[in-house]
């Protein structure tokens, strides 16, 4: 029988102020991490000293490469079956590995990827923004079209063998900033099982200074470009799915002008052989079916002629 053992590891950059609070919360779990490992993406402040006061083992890189590159490398160092990566500006919950544990050991041998449970907090007012709430039962069924369908966060406990066989995070900078979609779709096409556990068990915390939030541009782009490799892979089987998260890309695109993108998303649209959208309003839908961009940008005036509070 393998016996079964669970990592945290944490990509960090410049998280002096978040990593004691995380640190100290896995350092308290009822069952300790089996290892705690820290890649530090050459940081500036004392990212790597604190990591290593805390106990965890410290994986320096030499050039800062992202997240994604220190996540692939914390998975490669690792010498667990189970790794959980998490961001070092949010926190686990006393019952993490207690309630992980559990289920590796009733359902770890049929799922290689667990999608875990968190509460969505601002973190300057302490407000409860939402959760997760997946659908087990669609996400079990079609992996890769849930996946497609649905926004999986940074919030989940991988077999690290399948892990790294299906590749790990892509490290294209075209999909940076939408990394963690792309991950998900990667590993739903190499046929990765998925489950869910519905306890919270994580926070993730809403920062107004976030990557996401300060950089809406590339994230719109970098989605885009994560669509785009699942439509050369698999636009045959989810044309209609496709096209849709397609249009709700460009309603972005178009919300930061980025016209050439918006292009680039009808023109994809196009060849999955759904140019027009069925997501829409009815007036939008029946323009698209006429021409696409021209309704794009007809809407995208309307909202800043009518509206203009939203593109504030």
């Not at 896995?26 to 530090?40: C, G, K, R, S």
């Not at 604190?50 to 320096?60: F, L, M, N, P, T």
């Not at 290689?112 to 079990?140: P, R, T």
């Not at 979609?181 to 046929?191: D, I, R, S, T, V």
Request: net charge positive.
């Amino acid at each position: 029988m393998i016996m079964n053992t669970l990592a945290l590891c944490i990509p960090a950059y410049n998280a002096e102020s978040y990593l004691p609070r995380l640190l100290k919360s896995a350092n308290t779990q009822q069952i300790p991490f089996d290892e705690i490992l820290v890649y530090d993406d050459c940081s500036t402040d004392k990212t790597a000293e604190i990591a290593a006061q805390y106990g965890a083992k410290v994986i320096s890189g030499s050039i800062n490469k992202g997240c994604s590159f220190g996540k692939n490398t914390l998975a490669k160092h690792s010498a667990c079956t189970w790794i959980h990566f998490h961001d070092a500006d949010d926190d686990l919950l006393p019952n993490f590995s207690t309630k992980v544990q559990q289920w590796i050991i009733y359902h770890g041998d049929r799922y290689e990827v667990l999608l875990l449970n968190f509460k969505y907090i601002d973190a300057a007012s302490g407000q409860l923004l939402g959760s997760a709430n997946y659908n087990v039962k669609a996400l079990q069924k079609d992996p890769l079209k849930y996946a497609i369908k649905t926004k999986i966060v940074n919030f989940g406990v991988y077999k690290r063998k399948d892990f790294l066989e299906a590749g790990g995070f892509d490290l294209d900078p075209n999909v940076l900033y939408n990394e963690d979609n792309a991950l998900h779709q990667q590993l739903a096409k190499q046929g990765l099982k998925f489950d869910y556990l519905p306890e919270v068990t994580c926070i993730n915390y809403r920062n107004h200074n976030s990557m996401s939030r300060a950089n809406k541009l590339k994230c719109a782009r970098a989605n885009y470009h994560v669509l785009e490799k699942t439509a050369i892979s698999h636009g045959s089987i989810y044309p209609r799915l496709l096209s849709d998260q397609l249009y709700g890309c460009v309603a972005t695109l178009a919300s930061v002008k980025d016209w050439t993108y918006v292009k680039k998303a009808l023109t994809l649209c196009k060849t999955l052989g759904q140019p027009h959208c069925s997501n829409g309003n009815k007036t939008f839908n029946f323009l698209t079916r006429i021409h696409p961009y021209l309704a794009v940008w007809l809407r995208e005036k309307t909202i800043r002629l009518l509206k203009p509070h939203l593109r504030k």
